[in-house]
Structures are given as structure tokens and as C-alpha cells.
């Protein structure tokens, strides 16, 4: 019963292709991220989504395309794939309203590596 | 804009050793305040959080923080650490005024050394 789940875990494939990663969380929030971590660690928030409608998008280039069909999935498209992509994608939610403290939930993560 | 700084990328300690890990953010306002830790190809997992109330935080794993609101830091203390505390430790805030969007230190990673 994990709460924030993403696939795949592990993603290899070459320039220039297209690839998808989802995500789906079971906690009811309202809100879903898609973050960044480069090969120094570093965290960079991409997207967020609150009940489908995005409402963060941070300077990503436009081969990078969100789409969330219902508040409990969020999923990435990669287009035209290049070798600076390559780097772990996380998947996040949290509480939205009264309740938002900025406490994010994250899931496992997805490795990609371009060739 | 908040700034979140952590003041040490890499501390190595031995095991059973104390570790101290520093953060400093800049933010004029009221914030709250997380601890997370990723562990080795995982993903990040919450430590401990300040919403308000007493500035000592307990964790899990036997971590703790303390909120210093006029020093604007929460460093992060273990008293003996174990072999399995090895990762990357994130120090994050958020306020109301980007929403309780957090921003993110950019990590310090911790090897613990037998």
C-alpha cells in the first residue's frame, strides 16, 4: 500500500527517444510534483498540479510535458530525450488548503539515463 | 524569495560518534521546517518537522532538531550514529508567502565510517 508510487523505477534508453514516467498517490491530497535530482543531488522542483490544473512550471524545456488525468496521477512525457536529462525524477504530493504546511511525500523515484 | 543553506556538503564521522548537521534559511515570517533523509537509490523520507510550539523536534532513527528562530537555523544532531545512517540529509522550509512551497538546502551527505 505504498502512498506515492512511480514506474518505472529504472528507465535506460538513447537520444533522441520518447519515454513516460507515472505516478499515482493514494494519500487523497490535492497536489502533485514532478522534481529533479541532478547527479550532485541537488533537488529542482519542475511541475505541480493541484487537482489537474498546473500551477507551478519552473524553466523546463517544452520537451517535457505533464498531464495529470485525476488528482491521484501525475505523469511526465519526455520527448526528443538528450543526454542532460539523465537523472532521478521524483514524484511528490501534499495536503492543500488549511492544512498545507509544505510537507511533501515522495515516491521512490525513477532513474533515467540517457545514451 | 527564501534561501536555504546548508553549511557542510559532506561530513564523514565515524560510528557511535555525534553528528551535528547545520541549516540556516533567510525568511522574515513565520515558517515551518523539515528534515529529510534518502537513503542510498530510495527516495526521500521525512526525519522530523517544526510546525510550532516546542523548538527541540524528535525525530526517527533517534534524530533530533533544534529551532533557533533569532539564529534563523535548525541543525540537526544524532547522539551516536550507526552505520546505516549513511545518506543525504535535506534541510527544507516553507512559509506563506510562496504559498508553503518548500525550498530545498541542496544536501549534505553523511558517511559514517566503522
Known amino acids: 500500500d505504498t502512498a506515492v508510487s512511480q514506474t518505472p523505477k529504472y528507465l535506460v534508453t538513447q537520444m533522441g527517444n520518447d519515454k513516460s514516467i507515472k505516478c499515482e498517490q493514494n494519500l487523497g491530497h490535492d497536489t502533485m510534483y514532478w522534481y529533479k535530482q541532478d547527479s550532485k543531488k541537488f533537488l529542482k522542483i519542475m511541475f505541480s498540479?493541484?487537482?489537474?490544473?498546473?500551477?507551478i512550471n519552473e524553466t523546463v524545456p517544452n520537451r517535457f510535458s505533464p498531464k495529470s488525468p485525476d488528482k491521484a496521477h501525475l505523469n511526465l512525457h519526455i520527448n526528443s530525450l538528450e543526454l542532460g536529462d539523465s537523472a532521478v525524477y521524483f514524484c511528490?504530493?501534499?495536503?492543500?488548503?488549511?492544512?498545507?504546511?509544505?510537507?511533501?511525500?515522495f515516491g521512490e523515484g525513477s532513474r533515467l539515463t540517457v545514451l | 524569495a527564501q534561501s536555504v543553506t546548508q553549511l557542510d556538503s559532506q561530513v564523514p564521522v565515524f560510528e557511535e560518534a555525534p553528528v551535528e548537521l547545520r541549516c540556516n534559511y533567510s525568511s522574515s515570517v513565520s515558517v515551518y521546517l523539515f528534515w529529510y533523509v534518502q537513503y542510498p537509490n530510495q527516495g526521500l523520507q521525512l526525519l522530523l518537522k517544526?510546525?510550532?510550539?516546542?523548538?527541540l523536534v524528535k525525530g526517527i532513527n533517534g534524530f533530533e532538531a533544534e529551532f533557533n528562530k533569532s539564529q534563523t537555523s535548525v541543525h540537526l544532531r544524532k547522539p551516536s550514529v550507526h552505520i546505516s545512517d549513511t545518506a543525504e540529509y535535506f534541510c527544507a522550509v516553507s512559509d506563506f508567502s510562496n504559498d508553503y512551497k518548500l525550498s530545498f538546502g541542496a544536501g549534505t551527505t553523511v558517511t559514517v565510517r566503522a
Open positions: 517544526y510546525l510550532s510550539g516546542s523548538t
Open positions: 498540479y493541484n487537482n489537474k490544473e498546473l500551477i
Open positions: 511528490a504530493s501534499s495536503l492543500q488548503g488549511l492544512q498545507n504546511t509544505g510537507e511533501l511525500f
